[in-house]
């Protein structure tokens, strides 16, 4: 990816809330994973908390940035 490519992503707003969407919940969700396995010490357990976290937060935030995006619209 060159530097125009991501320039260009930065410009739109739909395709940089998306972006900006995939690349937190990855770091989020290493976070959860670690997180959760410390604390139950099962990786089937820890997997199914991430798993669903991520899913549930992933629609959330895009929800949320798009939310921004229409207040700072109007």
Known sequence: MNIH????VAKNP???????????????????????YL???ELGTASEITLTAAAVLTVAYYFHERFWLWIRGK
């Open 5 to 8: 490519t991501i320039y260009s």
């Open 14 to 36: 739909q395709t940089r809330s998306f972006a900006k969407t995939v690349t937190w919940r990855v770091l989020a969700t290493v976070i959860t994973g670690v997180i959760a």
């Open 39 to 41: 604390y139950t010490g």
